[in-house]
């Protein structure tokens, strides 16, 4: 099992520019999530999913989006890209998302604005 | 609202000694409660939770953590401190009340001095 990938490693966007991170975890999780991880502030959530073609909102959810069309895969969308979207942004997915279940991450993707 | 403070952003031990990191929480009601540590460059990864029963938790890489309900702590011990423990270590807590979404703390940064 490969577990949670995402590509790309790193990124460098400028200002206005859109692109997607990816994810994808061979584990057959119904639960998938994205985080973006800045210094001094743990982990927020951006969106998540309970199963493919369901999404919602997470506690930031604003200039990105996302789609859950197969199990596998729940890309990020960001649309037009701000320097406060500066950060490093983690996939994470879990068997059913229930409150006790283990999280997996990816490795990360480290995205800089200019 | 709840939320999940760790106290110190960063914890240098000696290799060898105690390692003691500290994480409160807030929760109306009855939480799930997680240590999550962060090796450099790379995700998460779950070292020990809580759900029910024992309130002394073991983990990998000899690391445990006790629940204590009176003080709203699960504070993360390691007896003996060692040059691989170097890592971010996260605090997260789950429950009803957040809809089952990670509540996380902002980190402790641990160093280990050789």
């Known amino acids: 099992n490969a577990g949670v990938t995402q590509t790309p490693k790193f990124q460098v966007l400028k200002t206005g520019q859109s692109m997607t991170l990816q994810c994808a975890q061979d584990?057959?999780?119904?639960?998938m999530s994205w985080y973006r991880q800045d210094p001094g502030m743990g982990l927020r959530l951006i969106h998540y999913s309970v199963g493919a073609g369901i999404t919602d909102q997470g506690e930031v959810p604003n200039g990105y989006n996302v789609s859950r069309s197969t199990t596998e895969d729940f890309p990020l969308r960001l649309l037009s890209a701000a320097p406060s979207q500066t950060s490093v942004y983690f996939c994470?997915?879990?068997?059913?998302?229930?409150?006790?279940?283990?999280?997996?991450f990816g490795p990360g993707t480290r995205l800089t604005v200019l | 609202a709840q939320s999940v403070t760790q106290l110190g952003s960063h914890v240098s031990v000696s290799e060898g000694a105690l390692v003691l990191l500290r994480c409160n929480y807030s929760s109306s009601v009855p939480p799930y409660l997680f240590w999550y540590v962060q090796y450099p460059n790379q995700g998460l990864q779950l070292l020990l939770k809580y759900t029910t029963g024992a309130t002394l938790v073991k983990g990998i890489n000899g690391f445990e953590a006790e629940f204590k309900k009176s003080e709203t702590s699960f504070h993360l011990t390691k007896p003996s401190a060692h040059m691989s423990d170097a890592a971010e270590y996260f605090c997260a807590v789950s429950n009803v009340d957040s809809n089952y979404q990670l509540i996380w703390g902002a980190g402790t940064k641990l160093i280990i001095k050789p």
């Open positions: 584990m057959n999780h119904e639960y």
């Open positions: 994470a997915s879990s068997p059913r998302g229930t409150r006790a279940d283990t999280q997996y």
